[in-house]
């Protein structure tokens, strides 16, 4: 069963890339607020479904299997929204900040760099370690420091060969595609400040627990959910009663055959729906993963950015150059390796 759990999270959490990638429009500037909202809506409904469960069945859940209890059980008070507010707003920022990166650079491109941040997280607890944040100290096996030299390896080398591709040549290479992409450092600077933020959210994580001042992985879940409900309201507020525009739609400005601008609404797109229930699932089982025994599912998880890439080949039509992919096979096989460096370590391997 844990084994079909971490193959709905890798799947699920892939889909989120590409949906919520599909859902996005160029030249819509409030895209990441439409994304956001979804997934704070839908997180919600799930936060609502957990609670009303643990209330009418709570006796009975508190005593299942930890997998089970992921789905619909929660130990949430509400002092825990403030305990965890911190932690999960950087997280979620960070999402905000990554879904404005898919208007500006492939999705194949943007998903290795963001799975990345728990290379840097690790790196960050390990140097926290060191002065004495943390009673028990992480250290770097052989196995994490070639996984972390590779993820930098093809950061930096993804970012190299962004900058030196020429206009003509992004645009060649991607004809065809819906998105018309040109060389830009800030395209590359997106994931970039999605890892680290995503990487801070991590060590605040282990922070809390370190201190007591958050021990309950099912508390922490609902609490996240919670406040990505804030972040959906304010997408909602901002966009309809700030920007004056409609959620549900977007305006879009093009030319018309004769040169002229022309704006005209748009309907959003489902598939910002799709992206949000995959980013929601992802997460739920997740947790089912995380709270079983089954350790060989953190770095079958881990690879969700792998099938994201194939998924972006197949249905995005992204055509990346060789160097491009001698990059992103350099960063998926360190995520990856991460994730069994964690494993070999539960199993004393390590």
Known sequence: M?????????????????????????????????????????????A???????????????????????LIYTDFVAMDFLKYLPVAFVYL??????????????????????????????????LLGLFGVFSEPTSLNFVDIIAVALITFGIIWLGVVEYRESDEVKMIRTQGDKFKYTKSFIAILIPIIYLFLDAIATVGDEILYEFAIFE??????????????????????????????????????EQDENGNAVTKNVPFSKY??????????????????????FIAGIPMISAYCVLSVVWSRIFLKEKLSFLHYIAIIATIVGIVGLGFSEMFVEMGVL
């Open 2 to 46: 844990e084994f079909l759990y971490a193959l709905i999270a890798l799947v699920s959490w892939s889909g989120s890339d590409l949906f919520s990638k599909m859902g996005t429009e160029q030249k819509d500037k409030f895209s990441h607020w439409r994304v956001i909202f979804w997934v704070g809506a839908i997180m919600g409904a799930h």
């Open 48 to 70: 609502l479904i957990s609670i009303v469960c643990t209330l009418l069945f709570g006796d009975v859940l508190v005593d299942a299997p930890d997998f089970v209890k992921s």
């Open 93 to 126: 920022l960070a999402m905000v900040i990554g879904y404005v990166g898919l208007r500006y650079i492939e999705l194949s491109i943007s998903s290795p760099i963001c799975n990345a941040s728990g290379s840097l997280a690790l790196v960050l607890i390990v």
């Open 216 to 253: 309950s992985d099912y508390a922490a879940n609902t609490a996240f959910e919670l406040v990505s409900v804030c972040f959906a309201i304010f997408a909602f507020a901002w966009v309809k009663l700030v920007k004056k525009d409609n959620m549900f739609s977007m305006k879009i400005t």
């Open 272 to 293: 910002l729906v799709l992206g949000g229930a995959c980013e929601t699932v992802g997460q739920i089982f997740y947790m089912a993963v995380m709270a079983s025994t």
